[in-house]
C-alpha cells in the first residue's frame, strides 16, 4: 500500500512539472504577445486620465477617446514629417556623388593613391583581393543578415501598429474591463480591492502623463534653443528632427535624457561640423541640470512617490528584463508595490 502511495505521489507529481513545462512553454511562445497586451494596457491606462479631463469638460467618452487618439498620431506623423526631409536629402546627395565616387574608383585611381601613400606597408591589391575573397565566402550570411534586418524592421512596425490598436480597444472599454476584473474578488474584499485598484490606475495615468510632460519640456526647449540660434545666425540643419529626438528620448527613465542629448549632439557634427556643435554641448549640460533638481521633481513627485533608490533599482531591473518598455513600466510597478506593501501588508502586520 504504501509503495502504491508512493507511486500516485511520484505520477501526480511528475504530471504536475509536465504541466508547468507546458505552462511555461506556452507562456514564452506568446512572450510578444503578452508583451503588446501590457505596453498597449499601460498605454490605456496613461491616455485614460487624459480622456476623464475631457470628459468632465462635456466631451462625450467617444469624442474624448478620439481627440486623445488623433493628437498622439499627430505626434508621430510629426515624427515622420521631420524624418523624411532628412532621408531625401541624404539619398539626393549619395545619389549626386555617386558619379565621382565610381570616376574615382575606376579611372583616377584615387582610393588606390590615398592607400599606397597612407599605408605603403600593407599591399593594396592584397586587401581587395581578401575583401573579395570575405564577400564571396560570406555572401550567403550577408545576404541573411540583411533579410534578418529587414524582416526586424517589418515585424516592429506591425508591432506598434497592433500596439495602438490594443490601446485603442482598451481605452474604448477599460471602464468594463474593470468592472469585470472587481468582480472576480470576493464581495468581502472588493471595496478594498477596488480602492486600492483605482489608485494603482491613477498613479500609472499620472506617471505617463509626467514621463510625457517631461518630454514635451525637453522636446519644446530644444526646438526653441535652436530657433535661437538660427535667429543669431548659427543655422542648424534638421533642428526641428533634433528637437523631436529631445522629445522622445526624454520618455525614457534615467537614460533617456543623456542619451537623445549625446544623439543629438553627434549628429551636430556631423551636419554642420565641430564650431557648431558646441552650442547643443553646452545647452544639454545646463538643461540636464536643470531638469534633474527642478523640472523633474516638480512633475514626478505629483505623479508617483516612489524613494530615488527605488526609481533607480526599479528602472534598472525593468529595462534588464523587457528593455525600454521594462524601463517605463517598472516605475509604476513599483509605486504600486509600495502602496499594497503599505495599506495591505503593513495594516496586517500590526494586527499580528
Known amino acids: 500500500m504504501k509503495i502504491q502511495n508512493a507511486f500516485r505521489l511520484g505520477l501526480f507529481g511528475g504530471l504536475g512539472v509536465l504541466v508547468a513545462i507546458v505552462i511555461g512553454s506556452g507562456l514564452a511562445t506568446l512572450a510578444t504577445i503578452i508583451t503588446y497586451v501590457g505596453a498597449a494596457l499601460f498605454l490605456a491606462l496613461g491616455i485614460d486620465p487624459a480622456v476623464s479631463f ?3 469638460h462635456r466631451f462625450p467618452r467617444w469624442a474624448a477617446i ?4 488623433v493628437v498622439i498620431l499627430g505626434v508621430f506623423a510629426g515624427l515622420v514629417l521631420a524624418v523624411i526631409p532628412v532621408i ?9 556623388s555617386v558619379p565621382d565616387i565610381v570616376k574615382a574608383l575606376t579611372t583616377d585611381n584615387t582610393v588606390q593613391k590615398w592607400w599606397n601613400h597612407t599605408l605603403p606597408w600593407l599591399p593594396f591589391d592584397q586587401v581587395v583581393s581578401n575583401i573579395q575573397d570575405f564577400f564571396t565566402k560570406n555572401i550567403g550570411t550577408i545576404t541573411g543578415g540583411v533579410f534578418s534586418t529587414v524582416f526586424t524592421i517589418a515585424s516592429g512596425a506591425f508591432g506598434i501598429l497592433i500596439v495602438l490598436i490594443l490601446t485603442l480597444y482598451f481605452v474604448a472599454s477599460l471602464s468594463s474591463i474593470k468592472r469585470g476584473l472587481y468582480q472576480l474578488v470576493p464581495a468581502t474584499k472588493r471595496e478594498k480591492f477596488i480602492d486600492i485598484a483605482e489608485q494603482i490606475s491613477k498613479s500609472v495615468g499620472r506617471y505617463v502623463l509626467g514621463q510625457g510632460a517631461l518630454g514635451l519640456a525637453n522636446g519644446i526647449l530644444s526646438f526653441i ?5 538660427l535667429i543669431c545666425g548659427v543655422n542648424v540643419k534638421y533642428y526641428a ?27 551636430v557634427l556631423l551636419f554642420n561640423g565641430w564650431p557648431t556643435v558646441i552650442f547643443p554641448i553646452i545647452y ?3 538643461y540636464m541640470q536643470v531638469e534633474a533638481y527642478v523640472i523633474s521633481p516638480n512633475i514626478m513627485n505629483r505623479a508617483v512617490k516612489v524613494p530615488g533608490a527605488v526609481v533607480v533599482i526599479a528602472a534598472l531591473a525593468g529595462g534588464t528584463l523587457l528593455g525600454v518598455l ?25 494586527e499580528l
Do not use: E, H, W
Not at 531625401?88 to 549626386?96: C, H, K, P, R, S
Not at 522622445?248 to 549628429?267: A, R
Open 54 to 56: 475631457l470628459q468632465r
Open 66 to 69: 478620439l481627440t486623445v487618439l
Open 88 to 96: 531625401i536629402d541624404q539619398v539626393n546627395t549619395l545619389i549626386a
Open 284 to 286: 544639454y549640460l545646463v
Open 241 to 267: 528632427l533634433l528637437a523631436f529626438i529631445a522629445f522622445l528620448f526624454s520618455l525614457v527613465p534615467l537614460v533617456g535624457t543623456i542619451t537623445g542629448s549625446t544623439i543629438i549632439c553627434l549628429l
Open 326 to 350: 521594462g524601463a517605463l513600466v517598472a516605475i509604476p510597478v513599483a509605486a504600486a508595490v509600495l502602496l499594497i506593501i503599505k495599506q495591505v501588508v503593513v495594516p496586517r502586520q500590526n
Open 225 to 229: 534653443f535652436f530657433s535661437v540660434l
